[in-house]
């Protein structure tokens, strides 16, 4: 009777004992998961900037009048004039 009842202390010990280790094992765990959620988070809120910034230069790029000035100042070109224009005729 004496041997059952230690082995069932001993058995309710380590159960607890082992019960009390998952628990700071899942909540470990649980502390990585979230760890690494805000990494992602704070990863996809700088890539949605860099995007937002590419979208505006690429918007500014597309406009006329920098284009205008891309084209008289780093290509050299002039504006046509209806005079200089000519036309040909196909026969």
Same mark, same amino acid.
């Given at each position: 009777m004496y041997l059952r009842k230690k082995t069932f202390v001993i058995l309710?010990?380590?159960?607890h004992? %082992?019960? %009390?280790?998952?628990? %700071?094992? @899942?909540?470990t765990q649980y502390i990585?998961?979230?760890?690494?959620?805000q990494s992602y988070e704070k990863e996809h809120d700088i890539l949605r900037e860099?995007?937002?910034?590419?979208?505006?230069q690429l918007y500014?790029?597309?406009?006329?009048?920098?284009?205008?000035?891309?084209a008289k100042n780093?290509?050299?070109m002039q504006s046509n004039r209806? @005079?200089?224009v000519k036309k040909i005729e196909q026969s």
């Open positions: 309710f010990i380590a159960g004992i %082992i019960f %009390i280790f998952l628990q %700071i094992y @899942n909540h990585q998961q979230t760890y690494k959620k860099e995007e937002q910034k590419l979208t505006q500014a790029l597309k406009d006329r009048t920098t284009i205008k000035q891309f780093r290509l050299h209806l @005079n200089q």
